[in-house]
């Protein structure tokens, strides 16, 4: 987690979440994204919400796509291949 201001009872850091899917030809590189996340005023972990409003998450890295022989960025698209397999990992993580 990063940089730290204080609201209140809340402390707002953020946490950098990575993506890079390998088995994609046309995604030659990884994504990033910082999150912001709000801690009790003791900055306990465990007391910790990660918000992942599409609002809030700030790129870090952009992806890069091949489309017929051209390399071009796509904001929509990285947010297509970021968020399922997030969604997917917490929707898991809640029914176990």
């Not at 201001?5 to 590189?29: I, K």
């Not at 007391?47 to 929509?76: K, T």
Request: glycine share 6%; aromatic share 12%.
């Amino acid at each position: 987690m990063h940089g730290e201001c204080d609201s209140g009872d809340w402390t707002t850091s953020s946490a950098e979440v990575w993506y890079n899917n390998p088995g994609l030809r046309d995604m030659p590189n990884q994504l990033g994204f910082r999150l912001p996340v709000f801690c009790d005023e003791f900055g306990s972990e465990a007391d910790s919400l990660v918000c992942c409003h599409a609002a809030l998450i700030e790129p870090i890295q952009v992806g890069l796509y091949f489309e017929d022989d051209r390399l071009l960025y796509d904001p929509l698209e990285d947010f297509d291949r970021f968020w399922p397999p997030i969604k997917q990992a917490l929707c898991e993580a809640v029914s176990s």
